[in-house]
Antibody, heavy 116, light 112 residues
Framework: VQLVESGGGLVQPGKSLKLSCSASGFTFSSYGMHWIRQAPGKGLDWVAYISSSSGTVYADAVKGRFTISRDNAKNTLYLQLNSLKSEDTAIYYC???????????WGQGTLVTVSS | DVVLTQTPPTLSATIGQSVSISCRSSQSLLHSNGNTYLNWLLQRPGQPPQLLIYLVSRLESGVPNRFSGSGSGTDFTLKISGVEAEDLGVYYCVQSTHAPYTFGAGTKLELK
C-alpha cells in the first residue's frame, strides 16, 4: 500500500487549493479514504471521509468549505479547499480506511500554508 | 462530537520503565455491531502516524508485544511494558465508532 499526497503550497487567505492523494498497491475503488491534518506543532485533526460508494462525512470546522472526492479510474483521492483561513495551515495526510484496522496506512503528507 | 481526553499530556520515562496512557471518551465507543473502534497510534518526529493497536487491544502486525491496550466503554489504556528508545514520540488515541471521527490531543513520551 502506498499513498502519495501532492498539491500543497503557499496560498493567500480566501483563496482555493486542491490536494491529491495517489494510491497504489491495493484496489482503490474498494476502500473508503480519509483526510487528516496536523497544524504545526499540534495534534491530529480528522477532516473528511469518503466511502467506496462516494458517501462523504466532514468535520464541522471544514463543512461547506472543503470537498472530498475520488476518481477510481485514476486511483486518486482529492480534497478541494475553498475560502482558506490561516487556521487551515497544516500538513494534510490521506489515510486508507480499514475495518477493523482503521488508520493503518498513511501518506507522508503535503503542507498547506495559508498566509498573505 | 465525541471528545477523547488523553492523560498525561507528557510522560517522562527511563529505558526499561513501564508506562501507561489513559484515553477517556465523552460517550461509549461500543458500536451497535458489538465492536469498539478505539485505536492507538504513535507518531515519531517528522513521520506520519503509525497504527499500534486497533479494536482496543489487538496488536497491529509488526508492533512489538511490549505494547498492549485495554479498556471498554469510555475508558481505555495503552501500556508499554519496558520502554525502548524507539518508542519515543507522541501517542494518540482515535475513535471511529461515531462520525465525525476524533483524535485525542496526544501524549508525548520523552526520556527522563
Amino acid at each position: 500500500v502506498q499513498l502519495v499526497e501532492s498539491g500543497g503550497g503557499l496560498v493567500q487567505p480566501g483563496k482555493s487549493l486542491k490536494l491529491s492523494c495517489s494510491a497504489s498497491g491495493f484496489t482503490f475503488s474498494s476502500y473508503g479514504m480519509h483526510w487528516i491534518r496536523q497544524a504545526p506543532g499540534k495534534g491530529l485533526d480528522w477532516v473528511a471521509y469518503i466511502s467506496s460508494s462516494s458517501g462523504t462525512v466532514y468535520a464541522d470546522a471544514v463543512k461547506g468549505r472543503f470537498t472530498i472526492s475520488r476518481d477510481n479510474a485514476k486511483n486518486t483521492l482529492y480534497l478541494q479547499l475553498n475560502s482558506l483561513k490561516s487556521e487551515d495551515t497544516a500538513i494534510y495526510y490521506c489515510a486508507r480506511r480499514g475495518v477493523p484496522r482503521e488508520f493503518a496506512y498513511w501518506g507522508q503528507g503535503t503542507l498547506v500554508t495559508v498566509s498573505s | 462530537d465525541v471528545v477523547l481526553t488523553q492523560t498525561p499530556p507528557t510522560l517522562s520515562a527511563t529505558i526499561g520503565q513501564s508506562v501507561s496512557i489513559s484515553c477517556r471518551s465523552s460517550q461509549s465507543l461500543l458500536h451497535s455491531n458489538g465492536n469498539t473502534y478505539l485505536n492507538w497510534l504513535l507518531q515519531r518526529p517528522g513521520q506520519p502516524p503509525q497504527l499500534l493497536i486497533y479494536l482496543v487491544s489487538r496488536l497491529e502486525s509488526g508492533v512489538p508485544n511490549r505494547f498492549s491496550g485495554s479498556g471498554s466503554g469510555t475508558d481505555f489504556t495503552l501500556k508499554i511494558s519496558g520502554v525502548e528508545a524507539e518508542d519515543l514520540g507522541v501517542y494518540y488515541c482515535v475513535q471511529s465508532t461515531h462520525a465525525p471521527y476524533t483524535f485525542g490531543a496526544g501524549t508525548k513520551l520523552e526520556l527522563k
